[in-house]
């Protein structure tokens, strides 16, 4: 985490955040610390801290200027107030501020969750033993088909967004943000596009999909269980088998090629299979898995979409770049468009 501050960080004025949450937040109390929580590279999130050590989180959008419809706030909080009351473990929501006076764009604060945040090999090795890294996995995959279970009109999100052709609808959106912020040329990824739209396969039902659904995204306790979803800011509704391809995309395997893959938290003996994840959620979901592959592919795709967007965000000077290795991150699009060729071919 960044250090702790009382004024002076990136996307937070002070004074003005500080008002608005002793004002609507009423367990806390002043003075507030705000300390940057680091981790990803899409909305930014704080950690704020009273003086009685009470802890609540702020996520807000990123610094710069940006595309239309993304880095929705309001989304955001919509998803978390809903599924609250469900079996779907995330935050609490406390409260939404769309008041962009107060520290320059709209953000959000709900409660924060005890637990561990697997980013990599190591934590995952000092935190669980072997039997309790298998338990991750399916608690994964299990929490996956918990969220894709709830009934979207009784929670109140069924007008979320359109239910039909979520595959088609998320190709030309991912399509339109990269061409609205592209900072290199990736050819193979405009043919893969063409290539998607014409292979999709019919949609089997609606449900609240995640859109970034993978370990980093979520919290867990210290049996293994998932305690907590994070960084819905993508959700919507539409086709729950998307949200398993990326989950598979993301779950590494030794002997696995992809940038940056070798310190995945997957990687430690003792985790579950790719295989074994979408088992334990076929059996529970009772949805038929045989077009996986194209959701896969369709995961890398839209996942080098978005890495090009974070990398053309570093270039223009949108993110601080201290620590980044952003020609990585702008190789890593070109990989995940391999591999989304790869999986098409397959």
Same mark, same amino acid.
């Given at each position: 985490?960044?250090?702790?501050?009382?004024?002076?960080?990136?996307?937070?004025?002070?004074?003005?955040?500080?008002?608005?949450?002793?004002?609507?937040?009423?367990?806390?109390?002043?003075?507030?610390?705000?300390?940057?929580?680091?981790?990803?590279?899409?909305?930014?999130?704080?950690?704020?801290?009273?003086?009685?050590?009470?802890?609540?989180?702020?996520?807000?959008?990123?610094?710069?200027?940006?595309?239309?419809?993304?880095?929705?706030?309001?989304?955001?909080?919509? @998803?978390?107030?809903?599924? !609250?009351?469900?079996?779907?473990?995330?935050? +609490? %929501? #406390?409260?939404?501020? =769309?008041?962009?006076? $107060?520290?320059?764009?709209?953000?959000?604060?709900?409660?924060?969750?005890?637990?561990?945040?697997?980013?990599?090999?190591?934590?995952?090795?000092?935190?669980?033993?072997?039997? @309790?890294?298998?338990?991750? !996995?399916?608690?994964?995959?299990?929490?996956? +088909? %918990? #969220?894709?279970?709830? =009934?979207?009109?009784? $929670?109140?999100?069924?007008?979320?967004?359109?239910?039909?052709?979520?595959?088609?609808?998320?190709?030309?959106?991912?399509?339109?943000?990269?061409?609205?912020?592209?900072?290199?040329?990736?050819?193979?990824?405009?043919?893969?596009?063409?290539?998607?739209?014409?292979?999709?396969?019919?949609?089997?039902?609606?449900?609240?999909?995640?859109?970034?659904?993978?370990?980093?995204?979520?919290?867990?306790?210290?049996?293994?269980?998932?305690?907590?979803?994070?960084?819905?800011?993508?959700?919507?509704?539409?086709?729950?088998?998307?949200?398993?391809?990326?989950?598979?995309?993301?779950?590494?395997?030794?002997?696995?090629?992809?940038?940056?893959?070798?310190?995945?938290?997957?990687?430690?003996?003792?985790?579950?299979?790719?295989?074994?994840?979408?088992?334990?959620?076929?059996?529970?979901?009772?949805?038929?898995?045989?077009?996986?592959?194209?959701?896969?592919?369709?995961?890398?795709?839209?996942?080098?979409?978005?890495?090009?967007?974070?990398?053309?965000?570093?270039?223009?000077?949108?993110?601080?770049?201290?620590?980044?290795?952003?020609?990585?991150?702008?190789?890593?699009?070109?990989?995940?468009?391999?591999?989304?060729?790869?999986?098409?071919?397959?």
């Amino acid at each position: 985490m960044g250090g702790v501050s009382r004024g002076g960080l990136p996307g937070i004025e002070a004074a003005g955040v500080e008002a608005w949450l002793r004002n609507h937040i009423a367990v806390l109390r002043g003075p507030l610390a705000f300390e940057s929580i680091a981790g990803g590279h899409s909305n930014l999130t704080y950690l704020v801290t009273d003086r009685g050590g009470r802890r609540v989180v702020l996520r807000r959008p990123p610094l710069g200027e940006l595309l239309p419809g993304a880095h929705d706030m309001g989304r955001e909080y919509r @998803a978390i107030s809903a599924l !609250g009351p469900t079996e779907v473990p995330v935050p +609490e %929501a #406390l409260g939404l501020c =769309d008041d962009h006076s $107060v520290t320059g764009a709209p953000f959000y604060v709900m409660s924060f969750v005890e637990g561990h945040v697997l980013h990599d090999e190591q934590i995952a090795t000092e935190v669980y033993g072997a039997g @309790a890294r298998r338990r991750v !996995g399916l608690s994964l995959a299990e929490t996956l +088909e %918990a #969220l894709h279970s709830v =009934d979207i009109d009784a $929670v109140g999100v069924g007008s979320l967004g359109r239910r039909d052709d979520y595959v088609g609808r998320q190709l030309r959106r991912w399509h339109r943000q990269y061409d609205a912020s592209r900072a290199m040329p990736v050819p193979l990824l405009d043919e893969l596009y063409e290539t998607l739209l014409d292979v999709r396969p019919p949609q089997q039902k609606a449900s609240l999909v995640h859109g970034d659904y993978r370990l980093g995204n979520c919290i867990t306790d210290d049996r293994g269980e998932i305690a907590a979803i994070l960084d819905w800011e993508i959700c919507t509704l539409g086709d729950p088998l998307a949200d398993v391809g990326y989950m598979l995309v993301t779950w590494a395997e030794p002997g696995d090629e992809h940038h940056g893959i070798s310190v995945a938290p997957s990687m430690a003996p003792g985790f579950a299979t790719r295989a074994e994840l979408l088992e334990r959620y076929a059996s529970a979901s009772g949805l038929d898995l045989s077009a996986i592959r194209f959701y896969v592919a369709f995961s890398h795709w839209k996942s080098a979409c978005i890495t090009e967007g974070v990398y053309a965000r570093y270039v223009k000077g949108q993110k601080p770049t201290t620590g980044i290795d952003t020609e990585a991150i702008g190789a890593g699009v070109e990989v995940q468009a391999r591999l989304a060729a790869q999986a098409l071919e397959s």
